[in-house]
């Protein structure tokens, strides 16, 4: 009787968890707009409500472009990894023809994007905070149309 139950409800289980590759997919359609910047920290110094207000994020499809109001920013592509704990991002860009890669890693909750990174390191932040001597804290705001 014990298995007739048991197992009908571990194989629904299994067939009800999320994989991994959609997760990640459902996160990247979820990505897509425009976002305003709600703060910015960078290694431990949050800058100023001024400092942010101008800067806008543009995603579609795997493209991630930063603009400040004045001049366009720089231009990314990302790749998203929902099976980790927390999720991960690897972003990439040109500077001056030399590939530059990123390791971070974000949570999407409702309208609200919240990423952390560490910048020219073969190194992942853990957990959603900067200190003295790296990373970059930043929280976006899908922009309501």
Do not use: H
Request: glycine share 6%.
């Amino acid at each position: 009787m014990y298995t007739r139950v048991v197992f009908p409800l571990v194989a629904l289980c299994l067939i009800a968890a999320d994989d991994p590759d959609k997760t990640a997919t459902k996160d990247e359609d979820r990505f897509q707009g425009e976002w305003t910047m709600v703060s910015l920290e960078v290694q431990g110094k949050k800058l100023a409500d001024a400092e942010i207000k101008e800067y806008r994020l543009t995603i579609k499809g795997d493209q991630w472009s930063v603009t400040n109001g004045v001049a366009n920013g720089t231009d990314f592509k990302f790749k998203l990894d929902a099976s980790k704990s927390p999720k991960s991002i690897d972003m990439s860009t040109k500077i001056d023809g030399e590939e530059r890669a990123s390791k971070g890693i974000y949570k999407l909750e409702d309208d609200t994007l919240t990423m952390c990174r560490i910048v020219a390191q073969n190194k992942r932040p853990t957990e959603f905070k900067t200190t003295d001597r790296e990373g970059i804290l930043v929280v976006w705001k899908r922009v309501k149309k």
